[in-house]
């Protein structure tokens, strides 16, 4: 009885905290229940891309994902926005592995770069440094080691590598693109970029020595993220047909092929608190403000942070600062576990996504994929899953 009864009252409690809007720091957030069978819709035709007054794009039928982390199991390019200085950065994969359990699978690095060491593997660091059009913006390109101008090929970051508020890079394998074309490993993509797959697999790990030092230059207007440092994970058609389009049919963001920001940034007023968003239709319909974890990740604007995401087998993501992070080739099940589970209750915050009750078909007929994109829990839902889940924390 008493046990059931402040259960309650920390519900309660929990979601009045939501409704006044206080939040809380943390080392560790997790979201559970991450994938659902939906669509998006693939940009098929880029049309007189050259031409200010006439530049547009055309969408291919509906495209399903279904599954666990979907579409985030899907290829995803890695981005970085300054002020910021990338130290490390190392993807993992391993065949089954849950947050929490004791696996036997270990860890294997997969892509690799470290800036002092200038030691690559399956890497492309590009940018948006390529020819302009009014609808597309900047062509995807590969860029210097500065990060931030053209290159004639794939080039090495240098180890100092800080660029500023505004700045932007990203990081691809070093596997090729197969030709554009709809239906093919890459889909449609800009003519004449060179063209990479990023990094895929539903169980996967992004790890990152990085700094976020305090922007030097003074704020004005000129800026658009002066000092909201990020990095974070777009699904890869996403870049390679138009990461800013003017038109939302040049890039299959808008209808939901997938975001994972890992630490953000949000704005001036908070910008010492790294939050992390899905930016996909999983029980909502505003994507550009997305599934938002309530609790941050504090920003340390004086040391080197070391930390990443972990997407397991079984639909849980975390993000979290360690600096008891490695790098190393390998990485055994026991340190990933003892990593995550570094974190006492009270450091993680975590939220459950909404279940979707989509099916995707067995062959590809035109979907009734519109309707998956309503809410199907309503914003009750997923309120009461936000709050039970914080409800766990502070019971427990
Ligand atoms: C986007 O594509 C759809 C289908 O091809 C088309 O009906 C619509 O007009 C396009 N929108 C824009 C803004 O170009
Ligand atoms: C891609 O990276 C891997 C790992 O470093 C390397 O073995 C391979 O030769 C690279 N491939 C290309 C095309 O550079
Ligand atoms: C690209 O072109 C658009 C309009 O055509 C313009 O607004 C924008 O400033 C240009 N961007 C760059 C980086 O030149
Ligand atoms: C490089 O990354 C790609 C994309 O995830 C992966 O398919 C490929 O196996 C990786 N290469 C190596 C050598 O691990
Ligand atoms: C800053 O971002 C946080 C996280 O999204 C939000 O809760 C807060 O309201 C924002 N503050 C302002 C002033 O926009
Ligand atoms: C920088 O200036 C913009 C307005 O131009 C403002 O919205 C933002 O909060 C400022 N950032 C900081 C950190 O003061
Ligand atoms: C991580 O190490 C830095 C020193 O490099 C230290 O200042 C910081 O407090 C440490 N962070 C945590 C969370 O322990
Ligand atoms: C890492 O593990 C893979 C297979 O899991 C193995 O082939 C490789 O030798 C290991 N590498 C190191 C450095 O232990």
Known sequence: MINSALTISVVLCCCLAVARGQVRAFDKITFSNVGFAGTFQPVSRFRNIGDADRCTC?????????????????????????????????????????????????????AYYGASSQVSDNVTFMGNVGDNSSCLGRALDYVSYDGLTKAAGSTLLRSDNYISSDEEYAIFSNVSCPNSGLGRGCGVYRDGIPAYYGFDGETKMFLFEFEMPRETQTNSSSFSYYDLPAIWLLNDNIPRTSQYPSNAN???????????????????????????????????????????????????????????????????????????????????????????????????????????????????????????????????????????????????
């Not at 279904?66 to 993992?92: E, I, T």
């Not at 979907?367 to 914003?379: C, D, H, N, P």
């Open 58 to 110: 055309e969408v291919g039928e509906r495209q399903w994902f279904s599954g666990n982390n979907a579409p985030l199991a899907d290829h995803v390019s890695v981005h970085f926005r300054g002020p910021l200085r990338l130290s490390q950065f190392a993807y993992y994969t391993t065949g089954q592995y849950v947050i929490g359990d004791d696996g036997t699978d270990s860890w294997t690095r997969r």
């Open 250 to 396: 040049c890039s299959c963001w808008a209808s939901g092929c997938g975001e994972f920001d890992i630490f953000e940034v949000m704005n001036g007023t908070q910008r010492d608190n790294f939050y992390s968003t899905f930016h996909t239709f999983q029980g909502i319909e505003d994507l550009g403000t997305g599934i938002q974890s309530y609790g941050y990740i504090p920003r340390d604007t004086q040391n080197t942070m070391r930390g990443g995401v972990v997407f397991d087998s079984d639909g849980n993501v975390a993000t979290f600062l360690s600096n008891s992070t490695q790098f190393g080739a390998n990485i055994s099940v026991s340190d990933i576990s003892s990593l995550l589970a570094d974190f006492s209750t009270s450091q993680s915050y975590s939220s459950a996504l909404a279940s979707i009750s989509g099916t995707a078909p067995t062959t590809t007929s035109r979907s009734s994929g519109f309707a998956l994109t309503e809410k199907q829990g309503g914003l009750w839902y997923y309120l009461f899953t936000l709050c039970t889940a914080i409800a766990h924390i502070f019971v427990i």
